[in-house]
Nanobody, 117 residues
Framework: QVQLVESGGGLVQPGGSLRLSCAAS????????LGWYRQAPGKQRELVAA???????NYADSVKGRFTISRDNAKNTVYLQMNSLKPEDTAVYYC???????????WGQGTQVTVSS
């Protein structure tokens, strides 16, 4: 079973940066598809960024050019580097993992990101 733990959230001023991390355990990490989602109060959860086992990435239009997703298979960790943060980025951010040949999706507990002056 996939276990995911996010870290790195916090309070930051507009224009600032944060780096989120998500560590996975009890899996063959290199085979996982990985993603970051976020959910603000009263809104639906949305995909922010995703990365495949082969390293291909995609981003929501709202974060293109500002956020970067990456993975370090040796550390079983996926990252989300967030630059030029805006108040609209305020949300709980969740790590998602999709094992190959499985219909299951696994989620971390979430980490709060608040962008406010």
């Amino acid at each position: 079973q996939v276990q995911l733990v996010e870290s790195g959230g916090g309070l930051v001023q507009p224009g600032g940066s944060l780096r989120l991390s998500c560590a996975a355990s009890r899996v063959i990490f290199s085979f996982l598809g990985l993603g970051w989602y976020r959910q603000a109060p009263g809104k639906q959860r949305e995909l922010v960024a995703a990365i495949t086992s082969g390293g291909s990435t995609n981003y929501a239009d709202s974060v293109k050019g500002r956020f970067t997703i990456s993975r370090d298979n040796a550390k079983n960790t996926v990252y989300l580097q967030m630059n030029s943060l805006k108040p609209e980025d305020t949300a709980v951010y969740y790590c998602n993992a999709h094992p190959p040949f499985s219909r299951d999706e696994y989620w971390g507990q979430g980490t709060q990101v608040t962008v406010s002056s």
